[in-house]
């Protein structure tokens, strides 16, 4: 891929994100169990750049979320493993809760936290992701960026 437009996407979607940062925290903090909100607070916080204030500010708040929850969904478990390190029981929690789930944004977080937890993450999630997909309707788009997954190579964080 022409790293040059990557890039620019990039610092397009920091820009669209950036006057949403604030609003978004106040949202998740006051209303913890607003799934929506924490998506967007997550969205922006992946769109950011890991060693920046803002980015930690935002997995702070989600953080925080998340480790208050007695059980915590699937959106928290993916927000976990996305902005931080974690082990392959974390990753195992997460995929054993994608079942029969039907969010398509929960999918797609998921197989980028399993995709970059490693090859043996990333072939459970696919497992789990054939049966789901097979059984719930989602977008043309959800397929394709799963698929595009297989081919591409983890980040390393």
Known sequence: PDQRRLAELAATAQECARPFLQPAQEAVTQEPSDRAAFLGLLYAALALPEDSQQHQDCADVLMSVTRRQQTPLSTHLAAEALLHPVDSLQISRLTDQLDGETNEDVLVLA???????????????????????????????????????????????
Do not use: I
């Not at 197989?111 to 097979?134: K, M, S």
């Not at 719930?136 to 698929?147: M, R």
């Open 111 to 157: 197989g980028l936290a399993c995709r970059e937890a490693g090859p043996e993450a990333w072939r459970t999630y696919r497992t789990v992701a054939r049966e789901l997909l097979q059984q719930t309707p989602v977008s043309g788009s959800v397929v394709v960026l799963l698929n595009s997954l297989t081919a591409a190579s983890p980040s390393k964080r």
